[in-house]
């Protein structure tokens, strides 16, 4: 079936560090895919979303690209905040006229320290 | 506008007790989700309404019961609930294919 694996946390760096979170995907159709944060006592926001092969989605100084051909989609920014503490989740959509059915990966929890 | 706005914030119940969050989105939505969502892990799907109809259950036990009573609003009832159901419960809404936007959350605790 349809997964989504993306790197474990805790993940700690310090701030103006660069970021990477892997995120990789199974798929049997053509999903779009999705980031999505959440901050300490929150819901989720989208934090990017790409829908097809080579879109770059971006928001906030973060990027990333749907690579169909190594199935991923990681996250990086150049340089992090302490604001940008919180937990990051890579998604799938597998749509449908019944609603789009979202496939989580576990989560990566990001520290940034002053 | 993204909004998703879900009341209460925070909810503390018995074993007893019957309860009902709440979920408003105006954004023209036709599909809208609930989630429930324990600590540091992701969300679980709970139950999907398109187009006012219920249209997916994840094997959801009875004691949580959904409504849509228009294509604006949903609510989720709760009744005879387990210390277990402690969680943030999520609602979204999303055109019926497109990407889904999340409320705050309600986070619910039973005693």
């Known amino acids: 079936g349809d997964s989504v694996t993306q790197m474990e946390g805790p993940v700690t760096l310090s701030e103006e560090a660069f970021l990477t979170i892997n995120c990789t995907y199974t798929?049997?159709?053509?999903?779009?895919l999705f980031w999505y944060v959440q901050y300490p006592g929150e819901g989720l926001q989208l934090l990017l979303k790409?829908?097809?092969?080579?879109d770059k989605g971006s928001n906030k100084g973060f990027e990333a690209t749907y690579r169909k051909e190594t199935t991923s989609f990681h996250l990086e920014k150049g340089s992090v905040q302490v604001s940008d503490s919180a937990v990051y989740f890579c998604?799938?959509?597998?749509?449908?006229?019944?609603?789009?059915?979202?496939?989580f990966g576990q989560g990566t929890e990001l520290s940034v320290k002053p | 506008d993204t909004e998703v706005t879900q009341t209460p914030k925070h909810l503390v119940m018995g074993m007893t007790n019957k309860k009902s969050l709440k979920c408003e989105q105006h954004?023209?939505?036709?599909?809208m989700y609930w989630y429930k969502q324990k600590a540091k892990k992701p969300p679980e799907l709970m139950f999907v309404?398109?187009?006012?109809?219920?249209?997916i259950n994840e094997s959801v036990p009875s004691r949580f019961s959904p409504e849509c009573p228009n294509s604006s609003l949903l609510n989720l009832h709760l009744h005879a609930l387990q210390p277990e159901d402690s969680a943030l419960y999520l609602c979204?809404?999303?055109?019926?294919?497109?990407?889904?936007?999340f409320g705050p959350g309600t986070r619910l605790t039973v005693l």
């Open positions: 309404y398109s187009y006012e109809k219920l249209s």
């Open positions: 798929a049997t159709g053509y999903p779009s």
């Open positions: 954004m023209g939505h036709r599909a």
């Open positions: 790409a829908t097809k092969a080579d």
């Open positions: 979204a809404s999303s055109q019926v294919v497109d990407t889904q936007y």
């Open positions: 998604a799938l959509s597998v749509g449908s006229n019944q609603g789009g059915k979202l496939i």
